[in-house]
């Protein structure tokens, strides 16, 4: 395929220039961070691209940081074995695949310079740690950076330029956009270019002694890593839980998720891959329902954590939300409970409980208990922040999924009110949005989850 052919494909707003220097001549390197994967990343095919034009070599590298926010080791061997897939998947096509140990601030200039790139891509993330990355790196490279959204279906920066109110102000302008980027990939092609110097081949054997992490968390993994098992796992979601997505899927007892979230997470799968698998099995009640939360839910938390820099932080509430907890600071609690006995699930609340058991079991907690689980953080804490502080080193410890826009925005909807609007004034939630095991056992059969996760007292 042509260099020309290839960018027919590509829409270019999905590129961010982050630095325009003139290309000096060289190789073209894809600093892989979000996006662990070969196929259906729009990093990669502009990459490519790229390279095709400029008749250069075209390889991956991958920084592994010693710690990232609060992954533990259970994660670091997810992504390590993802990356091994990836690794060979490169390698079929002649892409070189590097593995640096280090921040990306301390190793990635001096790769650039040894390995002789003329051209840097990346991927988008809007976490903190990632624009610092970039804002740290940007005045060292003396080279051109790209960065490519191979995230989102449409790019961040073109559905929105400001933090959205909720899903109904994104959705509009989603469904404008998602007819023009809802589109095929081109598929990467066999590179015909090859480096000067073969790359080192991966350590992967020295990564765990560099890593910094909790060597001890992590329950029994849920599912297998990789660009082939997300495939397999959207193809087995299509085949049995989508039909029933609309009906059951806010049920905790039945099966009905599509379980893509970690793989989404990792970037193990395109999201606008599993959006085009959904869309061929025809317009139903359950495909409009998965596509309002993969693409709409998904991206407003990208879109929040992108133009709101407190996403993890009681200032990153709305005014009223921050307004009315204030007002309700000094509520007396009916519990209060220290981080580790909610890290034990060790409440006076089974159904609580329950949902911390099937984390600390399985590394996830199914949809629906994660909003009740969030909430009831907030009622037994001392205060909105040691409910945020407490919520989130919880989700980024022991969720498969954690240290995501959609974690940081799920859990500042259950406890801040983002994204939602103000409800009846009650004691410590003030006008949050409000809910009890009492809903919960009218929606589902709460004796039969908590028989499966319970782990404390009934
Ligand atoms: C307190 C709280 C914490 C959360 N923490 C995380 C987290 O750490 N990581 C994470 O990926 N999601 C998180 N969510 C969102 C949601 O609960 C999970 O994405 C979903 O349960 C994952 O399971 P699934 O992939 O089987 O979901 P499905 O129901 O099959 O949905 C498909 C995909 O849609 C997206 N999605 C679904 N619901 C939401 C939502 N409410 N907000 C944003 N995107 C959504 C996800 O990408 C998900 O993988 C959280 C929600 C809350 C209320």
């Known amino acids: 395929m042509s260099p020309r052919a290839f960018l027919k494909y590509m829409n270019f707003q999905r590129t961010n220039h982050v630095k325009k220097d003139a290309y000096p001549g060289g190789g073209v390197v894809y600093w892989m961070s979000r996006d662990q994967r070969m196929a259906d990343n729009w990093a990669l095919v502009y990459a490519q691209s790229q390279a095709l034009e400029k008749k250069a070599a075209?390889?991956?590298?991958?920084?592994?940081?010693p710690r990232f926010l609060d992954a533990t080791q259970h994660h670091y061997g997810f992504m390590l074995k993802g990356l091994q897939e990836t690794e060979r998947n490169l390698e079929s096509m002649n892409i070189g695949f590097t593995l640096l140990f280090g921040e990306p601030t301390a190793v990635l200039p001096a790769f650039l310079t040894e390995s002789n790139a003329g051209l840097l891509v990346t991927d988008m993330?809007?976490?903190?740690?990632?624009?610092?990355?970039?804002?740290?790196?940007?005045?060292?490279?003396?080279?051109?950076w790209v960065e490519v959204d191979a995230h989102n279906i449409v790019p961040?920066?073109?559905?929105?330029?400001?933090?959205?109110?909720?899903?109904?102000?994104?959705?509009?302008?989603?469904r404008r956009l998602l007819p023009e980027y809802l589109a095929e990939f081109p598929p990467i092609i066999r590179h015909p270019f090859s480096p000067a110097t073969a790359p080192q081949p991966a350590a992967w054997d020295r990564a765990a002694a560099t890593l910094r992490v909790d060597m001890r968390t992590g329950g029994s993994?849920?599912?297998?890593?990789?660009?082939?098992?997300?495939?397999?796992?959207?193809?087995?979601?299509?085949?049995?839980?989508?039909?029933?997505?609309?009906?059951?899927?806010?049920?905790?007892?039945?099966?009905?998720?599509?379980?893509?979230?970690?793989?989404?997470?990792?970037?193990?799968?395109?999201?606008?891959?599993?959006?085009?698998?959904?869309?061929?099995?025809?317009?139903?009640?359950?495909?409009?329902?998965?596509?309002?939360?993969?693409?709409?839910?998904?991206?407003?938390?990208?879109?929040?954590?992108?133009?709101?820099?407190?996403y993890d932080t009681f200032d990153g509430f709305p005014t009223w939300a921050k307004l009315s907890l204030n007002q309700h600071r000094n509520d007396e609690r009916t519990h209060h409970?220290?981080?580790?006995?909610?890290?034990?699930?060790?409440?006076?609340?089974?159904?609580?409980?329950?949902?911390?058991?099937?984390?600390?079991?399985?590394?996830?907690?199914?949809?629906?208990?994660?909003?009740?689980?969030?909430?009831?953080?907030?009622?037994?804490?001392?205060?909105?922040?040691?409910?945020?502080?407490?919520?989130i080193h919880l989700n980024d410890t022991y969720e498969l999924d954690g240290r995501d826009p959609n974690g940081y925005a799920g859990i500042a909807w259950s406890i801040g009110g983002v994204h939602d609007r103000a409800w009846f004034e009650r004691p410590v939630y003030g006008k949050i949005r409000y809910m009890n095991a009492n809903g919960c056992a009218r929606k589902f059969n709460v004796d039969a989850y908590c028989s499966r996760f319970g782990t404390g007292p009934l």
Not at 58 to 64: A, D, K, M, Q
């Open 58 to 65: 075209l390889s991956v590298v991958f920084c592994l940081t």
């Open 337 to 391: 409970y220290a981080l580790e006995q909610f890290e034990r699930a060790e409440t006076h609340d089974r159904l609580w409980n329950a949902a911390q058991g099937e984390m600390l079991a399985t590394g996830r907690m199914h949809g629906y208990m994660r909003m009740y689980w969030a909430k009831k953080i907030l009622e037994w804490s001392g205060s909105p922040e040691e409910a945020m502080a407490i919520a």
């Open 125 to 144: 993330n809007p976490l903190r740690h990632a624009r610092h990355w970039q804002r740290s790196l940007t005045p060292i490279l003396g080279i051109p």
């Open 156 to 174: 961040v920066w073109t559905a929105s330029q400001k933090q959205e109110y909720g899903a109904y102000t994104l959705r509009p302008k989603l």
């Open 221 to 310: 993994p849920v599912c297998e890593p990789g660009e082939a098992a997300a495939a397999a796992m959207l193809r087995e979601f299509i085949a049995r839980r989508l039909p029933g997505y609309e009906t059951d899927r806010n049920d905790p007892v039945l099966d009905a998720q599509s379980h893509l979230s970690p793989y989404l997470h990792f970037g193990h799968i395109a999201a606008q891959r599993i959006a085009l698998a959904v869309e061929e099995q025809g317009e139903t009640p359950s495909s409009t329902s998965f596509l309002e939360e993969m693409i709409v839910r998904r991206e407003l938390s990208d879109n929040f954590c992108m133009y709101n820099e407190q």
